[in-house]
Structures are given as C-alpha cells and as structure tokens.
C-alpha cells in the first residue's frame, strides 16, 4: 500500500512539473504579465496595462521605446520639457500611431521608455473598452465602481473616472499605478489614459 501511494505521489509531482514548465518558453516579464487574468467587476493595473491595443498594435505600460513592436518606429518632436521628458511620436508604414511623453529621455536617450498611453480613437481599446464605442455601464461592468470620480468642464461636461492609485501630478508627469477613463456627457467613454509610474 505504502509503495502504492509512494507511487501516485510521485506521478502526481512528475506531471505538475511538466504542466509548469510548459509556460516557461522564455517569454520576458512584459509577455508574461500579459496572461494575467481579468476578472469581470475588479480592476487589476497589472492586466490592463498588459491589455492596450492602439490601432492594431499591442502596448504595455511601462514600455522601453527600444523594445516597441516590430514595424513601429519613433522619433523626439520637442525639446526637453521637464527633466528627461519629450514629447515622441510612434509611427507606423502608414501613420501616427500615437503621441506620448517619453520619459528618462535625457538628450534623446535609447534607454527612454513610456509610462503612460492614451487610447483616444475607436480603433484602439484598452482591456476591450473602446474610445467613443463603450460606454459607462460597460466601463462599470468591467471594472466595477472607481476609486474616484470628478466631473470638470471642457467643451462640455465631462465625467472622469479613476481606477487605481494616482500619487501625484507635477504638471508634466503623474506618479501612480492607476487608468482614467474620461466619458462624454451621453456616458459614452472619449479616452482612456493608463499610467504606470513610481
């Protein structure tokens, strides 16, 4: 009996280390926190910064300027505005693709990286929200109540929507873990902002 059990013990353990070995194909750390799970209801920073789709290609925050997708390329459009901080845009064959701040950035540097990407057009999404497409309720059923609203006025009345923690805000950049979520005043969503910055 005692080799009988000995036995199943040591089956059992053969076949879970083969099933964890099956994910370690090598990924780096970007493409394995991009299997984090969503659970409908709950925000998680770690799988929607993972989760960023702007016009066909895939972002995470923070992301190396030198590690973009292939066919994505990147050029400084201003000075230095801050300390290490630019303005860049990412391009693809046929267009922008996006305008963000690049940061650690000292003299153009390779090592700049993103900390924060905005998804503002209907051919984007973020975690499957899509600018001028989703709406509040689908916002609220996806990532259940935020952890702070305000209501400011642009160009008309607008909602915003916090998820996750926002430290502080120094005029050029944010620090935080969090995305915000702006809606217009039919509730339909117009952005999504998702920073990761400590």
Do not use: W
């Amino acid at each position: 009996m005692k080799k009988k059990i000995l036995l199943f013990l040591l089956c059992s353990l053969i076949s879970t280390s083969a099933f964890v070995a099956c994910g370690q194909d090598g990924n780096t750390g970007s493409e394995q926190s991009s299997s984090v799970v969503m659970v409908d209801g709950t925000f998680d920073i770690e799988a929607v910064r993972n989760s960023i789709n702007i016009k066909g290609h895939k972002f995470t925050v923070p992301q190396k300027l030198s590690e973009l997708e292939e066919g994505l390329t990147y050029e400084f459009v201003d000075e230095e505005f801050g300390d290490g901080l630019y303005t860049v845009e990412i391009s693809d064959e046929n267009a922008l693709v996006l305008s963000a701040i690049a940061e650690n950035a000292h003299k153009k540097s390779k090592k700049a990286f993103m900390c924060n990407i905005t998804a503002r057009d209907s051919d984007s999404d973020v975690a499957g929200i899509v600018p001028f497409v989703s709406t509040k309720g689908e916002v609220l059923e996806k990532f259940g109540e935020p952890d702070d609203k305000k209501t400011v006025f642009i160009r008309e009345e607008n909602e915003f929507y916090y998820y996750g923690f926002k430290e502080s805000d120094d005029g050029y950049t944010i620090k935080g873990k969090f995305m915000a979520i702006t809606f217009s005043s039919s509730d339909i969503v117009e952005k999504i902002t998702v920073n990761y910055s400590e």
